[in-house]
């Protein structure tokens, strides 16, 4: 098989570098007519193609977006990464999807991507507290954006849904109905997920009962698992409240999972309000009510904020942005049981 024709092929039959060729096809170089004209030539009867990788190494760019995501598996990040893939799609973007399992040694093994230059920037989305390592790292590496959850001390542009209003929505929901003792299912003190939506919950409900309010709080991870953990205490505890806010789908899942399977009704027994709404929660029986992030919107701006920051300015770098949530009623929330005793 013939070998391809390369650059050195084309310099020769031009009468020109190789340099020269490479300048030309990367947009960096003006030629007179007649020697462009001469290499175009050389290049049609020649057959020869141009590497677009090779091109994009001589400007100091790959034209590939690092998304780095804990678990493809989760609706959640699976949502989030077709979000992104669509958007840099419109751009003549590739993306390079790394998932990490959660774990903190491949999330910086992702991380030399930019430092060895395979990827133009990272979106990077972790989904356990950090150390201080990390941020580190990622100050180190620059060209990161975070979202969805915090990597503290990390001086880099940030992404998050408004995690605070989504659990003053879920409290102010459950408060109208006239729940007062609630227990709220969610991740690590540490995790600012976990604290705001918390927060939130709390202002809720305060709004109505004041100091009347009880919120019992359950730690673990947003995972199927956890949510199936926080229901069997749930019932160990012989049901210490009338309502649960499940702080992720996956939690909601493992939730409802548990308290079908010991026969108790929801809402009839105990009313659930769940966070993210990405999954098919209207189908649950009953559908369920949950807090929605607008996860498209997110994966959209992610990369918006990768592409349009001035990296050169640290000073500019580090600044938070929030989007809004909303509350998607359906049919998991009923007033008390007590309450529906006393009104019959």
Same mark, same amino acid.
């Given at each position: 098989?013939?070998?391809?024709?390369?650059?050195?092929?084309?310099?020769?039959?031009?009468? /020109?570098?190789?340099?020269?060729?490479?300048?030309?096809? #990367?947009?960096?170089?003006?030629?007179?007519?007649?020697?462009? !004209?001469?290499?175009?030539?050389? %290049?049609?009867?020649?057959?020869?193609?141009?590497?677009?990788?090779?091109?994009?190494?001589?400007?100091?760019? &790959?034209?590939?977006?690092?998304?780095?995501?804990?678990?493809?598996?989760?609706?959640?990040?699976?949502?989030?990464?077709?979000?992104?893939?669509?958007?840099?799609?419109?751009?003549?973007?590739?993306?390079?999807? #790394?998932?990490?399992?959660?774990?903190?040694?491949?999330?910086? !093994?992702?991380?030399?991507?930019?430092?060895?230059?395979?990827?133009?920037?990272?979106?990077?989305?972790? #989904?356990?507290?950090?150390? $201080?390592?990390?941020?580190?790292? %990622? #100050?180190?590496?620059?060209? /990161?954006?975070?979202?969805?959850?915090?990597?503290?001390?990390?001086?880099?542009? !940030?992404?998050?849904?408004?995690?605070?209003?989504?659990?003053?929505?879920?409290?102010?929901?459950?408060?109208?109905?006239?729940?007062?003792?609630?227990?709220?299912?969610?991740?690590?003190?540490?995790?600012? &997920?976990? *604290?705001?939506?918390?927060?939130?919950?709390?202002?809720?409900?305060?709004?109505?009962?004041?100091?009347?309010?009880?919120?019992?709080?359950?730690? $673990?991870?947003? *995972?199927?698992?956890?949510?199936?953990?926080?229901?069997?205490?749930?019932?160990?505890? !012989?049901?210490?409240?009338?309502? %649960?806010?499940?702080? =992720?789908?996956?939690?909601?899942?493992?939730?409802?999972?548990?308290?079908?399977?010991?026969?108790?009704?929801?809402?009839?027994?105990? &009313?659930? /309000?769940?966070?993210?709404?990405?999954?098919?929660?209207?189908?649950?029986?009953?559908?369920?009510?949950?807090?929605?992030?607008?996860?498209?919107?997110?994966?959209?701006?992610?990369? =918006?904020?990768?592409?349009?920051?001035?990296?050169?300015?640290?000073? *500019?770098?580090?600044?938070?942005?929030?989007?809004?949530?909303?509350?998607?009623?359906? =049919? &998991?929330?009923?007033?008390?049981?007590?309450?529906?005793?006393?009104? =019959?």
């Amino acid at each position: 098989m013939a070998k391809a024709p390369g650059l050195k092929d084309v310099a020769k039959a031009a009468g /020109v570098s190789v340099a020269t060729i490479s300048r030309l096809l #990367n947009g960096s170089l003006v030629l007179p007519d007649e020697t462009r !004209k001469r290499i175009e030539t050389a %290049i049609r009867d020649l057959g020869y193609v141009p590497n677009p990788h090779a091109r994009r190494l001589s400007r100091g760019r &790959s034209d590939m977006i690092g998304l780095v995501i804990p678990d493809i598996a989760n609706p959640f990040f699976a949502m989030l990464v077709a979000a992104i893939e669509e958007e840099a799609d419109k751009l003549g973007l590739a993306v390079s999807l #790394n998932a990490t399992l959660n774990r903190p040694g491949r999330e910086m !093994k992702y991380l030399g991507l930019i430092e060895h230059h395979h990827v133009d920037g990272l979106i990077f989305v972790t #989904n356990h507290p950090d150390d $201080g390592e990390l941020a580190g790292l %990622i #100050n180190r590496t620059g060209k /990161v954006v975070i979202v969805d959850e915090d990597v503290p001390g990390a001086m880099v542009p !940030k992404l998050f849904c408004d995690n605070h209003q989504g659990g003053y929505l879920a409290g102010k929901h459950l408060a109208e109905f006239g729940h007062k003792k609630v227990v709220f299912v969610g991740g690590p003190d540490e995790m600012i &997920s976990t *604290t705001r939506r918390h927060a939130g919950l709390e202002q809720g409900l305060r709004e109505r009962f004041g100091e009347e309010a009880e919120i019992k709080r359950y730690r $673990g991870e947003y *995972t199927v698992t956890a949510g199936r953990h926080a229901a069997r205490r749930f019932l160990d505890e !012989k049901l210490p409240a009338t309502a %649960i806010f499940a702080s =992720s789908d996956e939690i909601a899942i493992g939730l409802i999972e548990v308290l079908y399977s010991e026969g108790v009704s929801i809402p009839d027994r105990v &009313s659930v /309000v769940g966070f993210d709404d990405v999954g098919p929660l209207h189908l649950f029986t009953p559908p369920l009510t949950a807090v929605r992030q607008p996860v498209r919107a997110i994966g959209a701006r992610s990369l =918006s904020l990768l592409l349009q920051t001035d990296w050169q300015q640290p000073e *500019t770098l580090e600044r938070e942005e929030l989007l809004p949530v909303e509350i998607v009623v359906r =049919s &998991s929330v009923a007033p008390p049981a007590i309450e529906k005793k006393r009104r =019959s």
